[in-house]
């Protein structure tokens, strides 16, 4: 089972996500800002993080780059209640794009898709 | 020692960075990226070493001639191929060498014929690679039926591949780090297409193969150069691109067979202000169609053989359907290429032949795409092209079942 990060403003999503996610085995952390992304991922070290996009205090395509420029390889689903938001170029640098819903089914799907798809070392 | 023509009026001997511009009869053209370059690397690169290279093919127009009296602030070195050797990637293996006698540590290579580069591309290509990034490739707005053989064949295949979403593979203008320039001039799979128009597509491939850190610089404005009508001759540069992809793909089996999903590459560079649309590009639909039925006439027989049954037996009813109903799969495409690299492969016949064999059915898998998207928006041809790149990720079982 995985270690996930989900990141998300809206308490409810958090509660949700982490009940569904642990209920299938995974252990999770569960934050309300993307502002300290960085030392979380750190400590946390996640196999996959989960990212909102429309937060109050901050973007998550911001956070997004952040996260890429610092680990090259870390997973990152982004899940948003807007699918406008994929037309960003900067969604580019997320593994897949998830709009939200309470049937967490197309998530749990990505997150596998997401766990999968690790490129393997050269010879 | 190199046999090259070399000219270092400045007498550069080592160098940060290098802005490399490969020409070929060029002379109209090259001042500007010159221009442009220089006043990247002294608006964005203060305080480093640095020289603009003219990597030409012996011009015969005055090319090196416009290349020295462009407006420039940046030393220059001219160098050439001699009498007698062509090719783009004969260009890029001068500068490769070049780029280790300097001892620099960044390399940034842009089009001659560009109308649209601005300093900021030398930024954005060239700051990667002094954060930890070993590859950049450009990231532009092309008009829907501009890259018509990346959107098909380089930049589904090698994500199938290789796992790493990389929008334009073959986009010409890159970023690289020094030590993958010499990583490519040691590599054993350079041949004589990768010697020509196979060169970006086997530096991307090796960037990827490598597992060097590659980001996508995002350069605001539209590539304006000479575009051409997909529908127009290829010329070798569809034989060269897709033989180096298929000929890599035997190499690296190890590699790729490995490779399960393709995983994102950061984007580099926004805040360019307002981005620009690109000019339109025409397309002639009824030469896409006839050129795929005069193909038929030419290489059905060894269509049958390199196609396996059931992938022949759906493109023969493909080739049944009349204009205003036409259209390609994507799925079928995909098996198509796999297939077709399935054969080139067990070399069932020699690779220009093979390739001249695949160019029609990639004239027919063009005109689907035109025809699919004619009524789209950019963005939304974008996703389709998304769409195709996941059904060549989800046919991969196909591929490996074939490949054995």
Known sequence: ?123 | MTDWILENPDNVTEADIVVGIPSRNEADTIAFPTQMASEGLTSYFKGMKAVIVNCDNLSTDGTKEAFFSATCEVPRIYVSTPEGVAGKGNNFRNLFQLVCDLKAKAVVVVDADLKSITPKWIKNLGEPLFNDYGYVTPIYLRHKYDGTITNNIAYPMSRCLYGRRVRQPIGGDFGFSGELARFYLEHETWDEAVAYFGIDIWMTTLAMYSRKQITQAFLGRPKIHRAKDPASSLGPMFKEVVGTLFNLQSKFESFWKEVKMSRPTAIFGFGLGETEMPPAVSVDVDALYHNLHNGYQDWKDLWREALAPETHSKLMEVMELAPEHFEFPSQLWAHVLFDMSVAYRDRITDTNTLMNSVSPLYFGRTLSFVRSTEGMAMQQAEEYIEEQCQTFEDAKPYLLERWG
């Open chain 1, 1 to 123: 089972m995985a270690r996930i990060i989900i990141v998300d403003d809206e308490e409810h999503i958090r509660t949700l996500y982490t009940l569904e996610l642990e209920e299938d085995g995974h252990e999770v952390l569960s934050l309300g800002t993307g502002k300290e992304i960085i030392r979380h991922i750190d400590e946390f070290n996640p196999d996959v993080v989960i990212l909102d996009i429309k937060m109050m205090d901050v973007s998550g395509l911001d956070v997004l780059q952040e996260v890429r420029n610092k680990f090259y390889d870390m997973p990152v689903i982004l899940c948003s209640a807007y699918g406008s938001y994929k037309c960003d170029l900067k969604s580019v640098a997320a593994d897949y794009y998830v709009v939200k819903s309470s049937d967490l089914t197309e998530l749990k799907k990505k997150i596998k898709a997401a766990l999968a798809a690790k490129i393997p070392a050269k010879d």
